[in-house]
Each structure stands twice: as structure tokens, then as C-alpha cells.
């Protein structure tokens, strides 16, 4: 059974750091890009970063000079270091990851609140 687990949201104030990490477990053979994504009610989910398994990266606008995605092949491991956070910022993030398994396919994990309010 494959899994991505998250951890590392929670409350913080405008302008306070956190830092998510998602680790992927599992009968894994092979990992792709990973990334992170977010959602809020009402609102489609979507892209805050992403990286290749050579670490390229992309950022969403809106993150770009705050955010930092890095990741650890070896540990099946992608982090999100998010500083600077705004009320805005305010999301259930969730990790994707795309991973070999029988065939390439995207697993997600089961999302972590971030919440940044004073």
C-alpha cells in the first residue's frame, strides 16, 4: 500500500514561517515530480510548487520569493518551507507525488490545515 503522509501544518501569524514535509512509503519503485498544492472551500485546488527528481522548480506566482520546495530522493521526502505567510496563504496544502508503483500514476496525501490569522 502506497501512502503520503504530511505533516508539519498548523496556526501561525502574518508574516511567521512553517515548514510541511511529505513522505512517501510504500511498494515504490520508482519517484517522479512532487509537489504541493492547496485548497480552500469553495475554491478549486491549486499548484503552490513542484519539483523534478533532478530539482527543477516551478512556483505559483503568488508563493514565488516566500516559498521553498525542496526534496530528499533518498528519503522519499518533499518539504515546503513556506515563509513570510500571509492571510491568504490560509489552505489545506496537500502533497503529490508521481510515483511508480505497477505504472507511473499521481498518489496524493490526506492534506494538512495551514492556517495564518493574528
Known amino acids: 500500500q502506497v501512502q503520503l503522509v504530511e505533516s508539519g501544518g498548523g496556526l501561525v501569524q502574518p508574516g511567521g514561517s512553517l515548514r510541511l514535509s511529505c513522505a512517501a512509503s510504500?511498494?515504490?519503485?520508482?519517484?517522479?515530480?512532487m509537489g504541493w498544492y492547496r485548497q480552500v472551500p469553495g475554491k478549486q485546488r491549486e499548484l503552490v510548487a513542484t519539483?523534478?527528481?533532478?530539482?527543477?522548480?516551478f512556483y505559483a506566482d503568488s508563493v514565488k520569493g516566500r516559498f521553498t520546495i525542496s526534496r530528499d530522493n533518498a528519503k522519499n521526502t518533499v518539504w515546503l518551507q513556506m515563509n513570510s505567510l500571509k492571510p491568504e496563504d490560509t489552505a489545506v496544502y496537500y502533497c503529490?507525488?508521481?510515483?511508480?508503483?505497477?505504472?507511473?500514476?499521481?498518489?496524493w496525501g490526506q492534506g494538512t490545515q495551514v492556517t495564518v490569522s493574528s
Open positions: 510504500g511498494s515504490i519503485f520508482s519517484i517522479g515530480a
Open positions: 519539483i523534478t527528481n533532478s530539482g527543477s522548480t
Open positions: 503529490k507525488s508521481r510515483l511508480w508503483v505497477t505504472s507511473w500514476k499521481d498518489y
